[in-house]
């Protein structure tokens, strides 16, 4: 076993493999007709195939999504179709894009991570992000986005039930 070991070792190299990462891509279609064939995605990580990927708008909120897990070594590229074939997708310059008309993404400094609905063919979100519970000290009543920031009350006290002291509530 250990011959076969060390012969893989030389053979193929020690490499350590990036654990992939759940994405959820989103795009807002408020602006759009939607096609009768969906909206789909395309890109680097699936080939480029305009047809392959499809995106849901599951409550009717115009915010299509689809979750892809990607390995975060890598960079990628890709843009969103109106449809399920090349002439119907968007051409994206600015902040979001990678200066080709295609959208980019470098998930190495991320973990499963909910991305911006960007409005198709922008650069642009119609979200506001925030903490949308209202428990939280932080809530945010505007917010559409649940960016994850939501900041709860520490209650000091005691925690030790055996003390004639002690609340339930303490932190």
């Given amino acids: 076993m250990r011959s076969l070991m060390f012969f893989m070792c030389i053979m193929f190299g020690v490499k350590s493999f990036a654990q992939n990462i759940d994405i959820t891509f989103r795009v807002d279609m408020q602006y759009q007709s939607v096609s009768q064939n969906g909206v789909h995605i395309a890109g ?8 392959s990927t499809p995106l849901e708008d599951l409550d009717g909120d115009n915010i299509y999504e689809v979750v892809l897990s990607v390995d975060p070594s890598f960079t990628y590229e890709y843009k969103y179709i109106n449809g399920n074939s090349w002439g119907a997708d968007e051409s994206v310059w600015g902040g979001c ?8 993404l470098d998930p190495s400094s991320l973990t499963n991570t909910i991305l911006p609905a960007y ?3 922008s650069c642009a979100t119609t979200e506001v992000p925030g903490c949308m519970d ?3 000290d932080n809530y945010n ?5 649940d960016d994850g920031s939501c900041v709860y009350p ?3 006290g005691c925690t030790d039930p055996n003390a004639d002291n ?4 303490a932190d």
């Avoid at 009543?141 to 986005?145: K, M």
């Fill in 44 to 51: 680097s990580f699936q080939g480029w195939d305009p047809s």
């Fill in 166 to 169: 002690y609340d339930s509530a």
């Fill in 134 to 136: 209202q428990l939280a």
């Fill in 119 to 121: 409005v198709f063919n």
């Fill in 154 to 156: 520490f209650v000091l």
């Fill in 97 to 104: 894009a990678a200066g080709n008309g295609n959208r980019f």
């Fill in 141 to 145: 009543p505007g917010a559409t986005f």
